[in-house]
């Protein structure tokens, strides 16, 4: 039975979290709000909206809110090509699994913004035939409606999918539609993303094709 992989972005395909972490601080203090990593690792996993509810909560109208959020993306982007990393094996696993016939979705919470410019620095991003990002979908993480929607975009059944994620609330939405569950230990302790994964590892350096038909072996029920 084919399989098929769903890769979220941040802190999986790219390691991306300390450009967040820093960009979103400086917005902090610019508005006398001290931000310390603790408090933001609670936005992992959620879209821009939901990481200004977590840091602000109703601080802020509307307007004011979009202006923060598109300053954050802007000082974002530019931090991640001025040091763009990809997170270690994985421009080495796409092509591998093209070639071993595994349909490939990126599935992100991100703005398509920030999916254009990563995936432009990424090599291997052109094996990844659908990506999904916040603008497609009604509701973020931990809502499974991004990996559903890949998923779809794939012709794939969520059972025949696994889900390579960095956060609690990504791995979460993932079994909770059947999906085969991949933790990336980049930002969070193995043992704490081992709640909702089935597998954990700290990057996908040397990882194989069958290192994922292994992640589904591996499946709790």
């Not at 509810?53 to 300053?71: C, K, N, P, S, T």
């Not at 999904?132 to 999918?161: N, Y």
């Not at 791995?171 to 597998?199: C, F, N, Q, Y």
């Amino acid at each position: 039975m084919k399989k098929a992989v769903l890769f979220d972005m941040d802190g999986v395909l790219v390691d991306s979290i300390p450009a967040h972490f820093e960009a979103w601080k400086e917005i902090s203090a610019a508005r006398g709000v001290a931000l310390d990593f603790e408090t933001f690792k609670r936005t992992l996993g959620t879209d821009s909206a939901g990481a200004m509810d977590i840091l602000y909560g109703g601080r802020f109208d509307q307007a004011e809110r979009d202006r923060i959020v598109a300053l954050k993306e802007e000082a974002f982007r530019a931090a991640m090509r001025r040091k763009f990393a990809p997170v270690e094996g994985i421009e080495a696993l796409l092509p591998a699994l093209r070639r071993d016939g595994w349909p490939m979705a990126l599935a992100t919470s991100a703005p398509p913004e920030n999916v254009e410019c990563m995936m432009s620095l990424l090599r291997g991003a052109e094996c990844l035939s659908v990506k999904v990002d916040a603008s497609m979908v009604a509701r973020a993480k931990p809502a499974p409606d991004i990996f559903l929607a890949a998923a779809g975009l794939l012709g794939m059944d969520p059972a025949d999918c696994l889900v390579a994620e960095d956060s609690l609330a990504g791995l979460a939405a993932a079994r909770s539609v059947g999906m085969a569950t991949l933790g990336i230990s980049t930002t969070i302790p193995g043992e704490t993303l081992a709640i909702h994964a089935d597998w954990v590892m700290p990057s996908f350096a040397g990882a194989t094709p069958e290192t994922l038909l292994g992640v589904f072996a591996a499946r709790r029920k």
